[in-house]
């Protein structure tokens, strides 16, 4: 991926996140990526309190301290595993997910067959502006992506899509602002990598 830098001109190469990379392996010929959904931080928020609640406990009882302080660093380590292998994303022809540490699951279903992309948001997900996305296939298929920051975004961009479909010219309008939006974070941030 190749794009021009505003001072000369001159195309530089992007480096690729891992996510980028697995998505490229999956993407078939005339496919391209959409929208990406993006990973919110609050994924380590329960191992981050667990952590202190063990160092303020380890005060009082140490061994009690060391052994919560361990359990915190194992889930700090699924959590880091978590952000590493989870993706979601939306393309020109389906929706692709991969999810589960133990058993991974990856998963695309053909934007025919999605009858609703949900959010499931509790009192953390307010607070921390994240939620968790629902994705609906025809039959019994439900696909539950946890964190995802942009997943209001999300949700409306795969419903613009579906109403680009059916002729709306409002939504094909929406479809490419969300895309230029989507290309230039992406620019922003990796010049600052």
Partial sequence: MTKNTASGGSATRQPKT???QEIEKILVKGEEVLLRAELHG?????SVAVLIFAVMLGLLVPTLGILLGVVGTFMLIVAVLTQHFLLLAVTNKRVLARYGLLQMDVVDIRL???ESIDLERMLPGHIFGYA????MGTGQRVIRVPYIGNADKFRRFYNEMVLSEEGNEDAEEEIRKVKAESEAS???SSKHR
Avoid: E, H
Avoid at 42 to 46: E, I, M, N, P, V
Avoid at 132 to 135: A, D, F, I, W
């Fill in 42 to 46: 609050a994924l380590y928020w329960k």
């Fill in 18 to 20: 891992f996510q980028d």
């Fill in 132 to 135: 968790n996305v629902v994705v």
């Fill in 186 to 188: 992406s620019g922003k």
């Fill in 112 to 114: 025919s067959k999605i």
